[in-house]
């Protein structure tokens, strides 16, 4: 089956930090730019972060910048997103999604998706 599964999530205080995992299933996740996308209460889907396929190339949000980082792990067909400095504003549900390529920090297209999971920074 093919299939994303997003992990990692949960509550966290102010200034914390989470990493969230975005594990493949029945493809090669090393083959796609993986992008970071949330969406959260009352607010439209954004991205996050992308990581190109071919360079490895990063990019961020800016609201993001500096306090989020991407990664993968090819050989486990992982992709990581490391949040630190978390801020209330961050609470959302957090998706990953395998595509073609970067558009900045937006990877478009995509084909695949996960589920989702939440985060939420609260005190």
């Known amino acids: 089956q093919v299939q994303l599964v997003e992990s990692g999530g949960g509550l966290v205080q102010p200034g914390g930090s989470l990493r969230l995992s975005c594990a493949a299933s029945g493809f090669t996740l090393d083959n796609y730019a993986i992008g970071w996308f949330r969406q959260a209460p009352g607010k439209g889907r954004e991205g996050v972060s992308c990581i190109s396929s071919s360079t490895g190339s990063t990019y961020y949000a800016g609201s993001v910048k500096g306090r989020f980082t991407i990664s993968r792990d090819n050989a486990k067909n992982v992709v990581y997103l490391q949040m630190n400095s978390l801020k209330p504003e961050d609470t959302a549900v957090y998706y990953c999604?395998?595509?073609?390529?970067?558009?900045?920090?937006?990877?478009?297209?995509?084909?695949?998706w996960g589920q989702g999971t939440q985060v939420t920074v609260s005190s």
């Open positions: 999604a395998a595509g073609r390529a970067c558009l900045g920090y937006v990877l478009s297209p995509y084909m695949y």
